[in-house]
């Protein structure tokens, strides 16, 4: 496909000179001299080049998208529309008396999300997970300042997400890391051996990256407490245990959720997102401002938080996804619990399905994700994960997320979400039966996957190494 470059053909869409009535008030020297070299086409032809060009995307709208702690799902088109009514879409300096509705619904959103997640105090202003992720260890390092201990180290389990760790550099603390036993969970004896003063925090995934739940968490909780130590939670993926558990009943004491991700928010490409944060009572005096608040009526902002990080972010954050969220959250109810049981059982099929082709490194039930791998591909056939990622996309599917965790040699993290139904999921588990023959059976198709893509199997050393991105022009 041309760019639109490539398609100029002095058409005109608009001409700049006609509808801007009068330019001589302009200093000579801000009048353009030169031609600016923008592609010049009609209007028609500039929307069936954009049409044609996000044709050519993959998205959720067009197939199964089991990328792994990501939660790719349905997102309902009806958040879209709510988000875009007009008494939301009013500027962020107005009033507080002006935009009650706005305040409103965030205020119950925050009771809302502090009934999910069991936890005292809470905000919505983070804009991403890492950015939550960020503040909470901002609000642990503060709290460590404020009751005057120096703790400097933070405690990482080698199966986290990789924000994990740079977040909490970011905040300031050193990491720690320590291995999974041989279930994939935490190992407790490896998490006393380095326990100590220095200490601050865990940061802890559960269920973790492998999909796994953390079974002896409440053995962790007491340990790190014990220890003058907290507990971090990223709760990225809430739909492995929302309706059913919480994090405050674990004994964590940050928790931070990914809006765009368990409640419902077209996500991907970095953003918009919100990774709202909340504490217990111990922690509240620390969060961000500013908070929303009801008094005598009234909603309204305060700034009054004591011991206050500060603001991490403009305003509130990304408003229009806290709009998506709550009415999610109002459309599901108590369905929100049906949503957890769906990703969970969803996500069990397709490993009980596909274990016999692929091997299993971790056979145990699992949450709302798992972890198969192409090792025994790669010792027979000599075909990657790379590889079988790449033929997923000649079946109409966007391959899982790969090489991740990174103590998983080869590792598929598949995550099919609640929302596809069984006949989703029986094509899938189809194509990879299908993929598993063709890596005895036709290699040579595997290694050059893909062939019914638009583009085709690319250099990614170069592509990662020698980026080029400049359109050089004709
Ligand atoms: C997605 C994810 C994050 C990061 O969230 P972003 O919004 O992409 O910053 C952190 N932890 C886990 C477990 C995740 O799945």
Redesign the pocket.
């Known amino acids: 496909m041309n760019t639109i470059f490539e398609k100029s053909n002095g058409s005109d869409g608009i001409n700049l000179t006609e509808s801007v009535s009068d330019i001589d008030f302009l200093p000579d020297y801000l009048l353009r001299k030169n031609n600016v070299g923008l592609p010049q086409l009609s209007e028609l032809d500039v929307m069936r080049h954009y049409k044609e060009l996000s044709d050519l995307n993959f998205c959720i709208e067009k197939g199964f998208y089991p990328l792994g702690?990501?939660t790719m799902k349905y997102n309902p088109k009806v958040n879209e529309f709510l988000s875009s009514l007009e008494g939301f879409n009013i500027h962020p300096n107005i009033d507080d008396d002006k935009a009650q509705g706005c305040l409103e619904l965030m205020y119950k959103l925050k009771t809302a999300l502090l009934e999910i997640t069991g936890m005292d105090a809470i905000t919505l202003q983070p804009s991403?997970?890492?950015?939550g992720?960020m503040t909470g260890m901002m609000i642990i390092k503060r709290y460590f300042e404020t009751v005057g201990e120096q703790r400097t180290k933070v405690i990482i389990p080698d199966s986290a997400?990789g924000?994990?760790p740079a977040s909490a550099k970011m905040a300031g603390f050193d990491i720690v890391e320590i291995k999974s036993n041989k279930k994939g969970q935490v190992d407790i004896n490896a998490l006393k051996e380095v326990l100590n003063d220095d200490i601050a925090a865990i940061m802890m995934?559960n269920p973790n990256?492998l999909g796994i739940f953390e079974e002896q968490v409440e053995e962790i909780s007491e340990i790190m407490h014990k220890n003058g130590s907290l507990l971090y939670y990223?709760g990225?993926?809430f739909n492995a245990i929302m309706g059913y558990t919480n994090p405050k009943l674990m004994g964590f004491d940050v928790v931070h959720l990914?809006l765009?991700?368990t409640f419902s928010t077209p996500h991907g490409g970095g953003g918009p997102?919100a990774?709202v944060v909340a504490v217990v009572d111990k922690l509240k005096d620390y969060l961000p401002v500013p908070d929303i608040i009801y008094q005598n009526g009234n909603y309204k902002k305060d700034y009054s938080i004591k011991n206050t990080i500060g603001s991490v972010k403009d305003f509130y954050g990304n408003f229009s996804i806290l709009v998506r969220a709550y009415a999610y959250i109002l459309m599901m109810g108590k369905n929100l619990k049906k949503a957890t049981e769906n990703a969970v059982l969803n996500a069990n099929y397709l490993k009980e399905k596909l274990k016999k082709y692929y091997n299993l490194p971790y056979d145990e039930p699992c949450m709302h994700e798992f972890v198969i791998t192409g090792e025994k591909q790669k010792e027979e056939n000599g075909v990657s994960t790379l590889n079988i990622a790449k033929a997923m996309m000649d079946g109409n599917t966007h391959p899982p997320t790969v090489y991740f965790p990174l103590i998983v040699h080869e590792a598929m993290m598949i995550e099919p979400t609640e929302s596809e139904n069984k006949q989703t999921l029986d094509d899938f588990i189809n194509i990879m039966i299908r993929i598993a023959d063709e890596c005895k059976l036709d290699t040579e198709k595997i290694l050059s996957a893909p062939h019914t893509t638009p583009v085709k199997k690319i250099d990614e050393v170069t592509a990662a190494r020698h980026p080029d991105l400049n359109y050089k022009g004709n």
């Open positions: 702690s990501c991403a997970g890492a950015h992720e997400h924000t994990n995934t990256t990223d990225a993926n990914n765009h991700k997102g990774g």
